[in-house]
């Protein structure tokens, strides 16, 4: 005869945990399951209110404050508007700092993106060895806004520099360009226009997606290489555009690192590359005046801000979406 083993009622079956927390209620469960998620986002959200939110607001209320840094954080005067209504009426520093970021970026940038999309056309092609060439274009974006490039950068534009030696053998005699007004900001454009790997990558990914048979039906209906480019490839290609566009003018309007070497952190020559961040970090940094500062870096934030909006405004009327909607 077989011999049967009662069942151990204390002992708990795979999932009797999961089954025992939802008869104890559905709403404790839940709340347990919530409790971990905020646990396992907890560096992130110390991260967001340490290094981002609180020293945002904090930022606001000093631009309403003459704040220097030496001054303890209890002495701090309110002035109210006075910080805007001073750099907006009675400090020309800033209207030029403004002015040579506006030049910068309505330059430059335009250029970059051509530039950009000029060599992602080129490298669209199934060639031998063009993945060495796709790295290699993309290499100076890697370096970024670094100060070392900077400093080569520097060394290649002053009199004894590499483009000068270049220069001179076509009998063409060269100038200190970084130490010229006249071209020390230009020197700036042409770095910022030499990285142009990272929307070029981005473009390439774009052409990849423009359907082989658009081409073909154009060609049919006897449309050349250019009637090809403007009346298929810019409006496939228009999303792309306009996402490099907004990434391109925001890093434009945010350039620093190469106007801070190139003028050891005075903006010059003659103020002739005071970019407005160089001039935001002067103020606050070096004359110590950070309540200004401050309300200069709100301006700045609102700017770009207002920028992005217009983009996105008027993206409805020229970016052109594969569903066939434009947003």
Known sequence: MALTTAPDPTRRGPGSDRAHAQRRGPGRFRHSEGLAGYVFLSPWLIGLMGVTAIPMLLSLYLSFTNYDILTPFSEVEWVGLA????????????????????????????????????????????????????????????LGGSVALAIVWVNMFNRDGAFNSLLSLFGITGKPWVNDPDWALETLMVLA??????????????????????????????????????????????????????????????????????????????????????NLYITGFTDLNMGYASAMAWVFLLAIAVITAIFFSTGRFWVHYSDGEDR
């Not at 009426?89 to 940038?109: C, E, G, K, M, N």
């Not at 950009?116 to 490298?123: D, F, S, T, Y």
């Open 83 to 142: 910080n805007y209504e001073r750099m907006f009426t009675a400090d020309p520093s800033y209207w030029h700092a403004v002015r040579v970021t506006l030049t910068f970026a309505l330059i430059a940038v335009p250029l970059k993106l051509g530039a950009a999309l000029g060599v992602a056309l080129l490298l669209n092609r199934a060639w031998r060895g063009v993945g060495l060439f796709r790295g290699l274009f993309y290499l100076p974006s890697l």
């Open 193 to 278: 226009i030499w990285q142009f790997g990272a929307p070029m990558v981005i473009f390439l990914a774009g052409l990849k997606q423009v359907p082989t048979e658009l081409y073909e039906a154009a060609s049919v209906d006897g449309a050349g290489r250019f009637r090809q480019f403007r009346n298929v490839t810019l409006p496939m290609l228009s999303p792309v555009i306009f996402f490099n566009l907004v990434l391109e003018t925001i890093n434009g309007f945010q350039g620093f690192t190469a106007a801070f070497v190139l003028s050891n952190g005075t903006g010059g020559p003659v103020d002739s590359t005071l970019m407005y961040t160089l």
